[in-house]
């Protein structure tokens, strides 16, 4: 009789693995372990040239655009992430490239404009500075 591990190939703890693995997402500047400290705020575009930047034909982006207000973009988000080397929590941008594989950049300002669901970062800007500062303010 031959032996367990023999006739599948795999050893049995391979086999029996269920949980879903840790995804590969390290910190850019001391590439340990990113830990997740938010949800993901998937990025959309509302312009061609957006479309365009991502590898996107002219013509189809701009019939895109014209038919969709907006076009969420598939495999791009937003996200908060802890790192221990530094101590502190970043906004990053993250691109999926494949399989459980990642190109992690700092979120820059201007996708922001381009997520859904989240505050600006410097605020409405249609706020006037006393408003703002009354709001920090906590006094009635």
């Known amino acids: 009789m031959k032996n367990c591990t023999q006739a599948t190939g795999k050893r049995r703890s391979e086999r029996n693995r269920k949980r879903s693995k840790r995804r590969a997402i390290f910190c850019p500047i001391h590439r340990c372990y990113l830990d997740s400290a938010s949800q993901k705020y ?39 992430f802890w790192c221990s080397q ?38 409405n800007p249609s706020v006037g500075e006393f408003t703002r500062r009354q709001s920090r303010s906590g006094s009635c």
């Open 42 to 80: 998937r990025l959309f575009a509302d312009r061609a040239g957006q479309l365009i930047q991502r590898g996107v034909k002219q013509k189809y982006a701009l019939m895109l655009i014209a038919s969709n207000t907006t076009v969420a973009l598939e495999g791009e988000w937003l996200e908060a």
């Open 86 to 123: 530094c101590q502190s929590t970043n906004w990053y941008h993250l691109c999926q490239t494949g399989d459980r594989t990642y190109k992690v950049s700092l979120a820059p300002d201007q996708l922001w404009q381009q997520v859904t669901g989240v505050m600006d970062p410097q605020g």
